[in-house]
């Protein structure tokens, strides 16, 4: 029953911010851990960012640190995915996933195939 929504993307010159939101309806967020990937054309679906219920505990793609923030509200329903600094190879459509019950490990949010439900995606753009 739960549903993802992801919005806040668009066309950003290098360098550029955005934040991306990751909005669910039918169930409560805070029974899962939630992570980001992101796909770009001809590529694999590739792990961004992910945070656990209480957001106490984060993970990161080698590529993002330091540059992407995940943060999630609870009482919002709401993941977000601060993007920094941005290039042209963070180029995607990226996507919000959510795993029920949470993570094992920080290793078990980074496969794709360990979550339960997945939202539309929403187009970062890049130009140099």
């Known amino acids: 029953q739960l549903q993802l929504v992801e919005s806040g993307g668009g066309e950003v010159q290098y360098g550029g911010s955005l934040r991306l939101s990751c909005a669910a309806s039918?169930?409560?967020?805070?029974?899962?851990?939630v992570g980001w990937f992101r796909q770009a054309p001809g590529k694999e679906r590739e792990f961004v960012a992910a945070i656990a219920q209480s957001g106490g505990n984060t993970a990161y793609a080698d590529s993002v640190k330091g540059r992407f923030t995940i943060s999630r509200d609870n009482a919002k329903n709401t993941v977000y995915l601060q993007v920094n600094s941005l290039r042209p190879e963070d180029t995607a459509v990226y996507y919000c996933a959510a795993r029920y019950g949470g993570f094992y490990s920080t290793s078990t949010s980074k496969h794709r195939y360990e979550y339960n439900n997945w939202g539309q995606g929403t187009q970062v753009t890049v130009s140099s």
């Open positions: 039918g169930r409560s967020l805070s029974s899962y851990g």
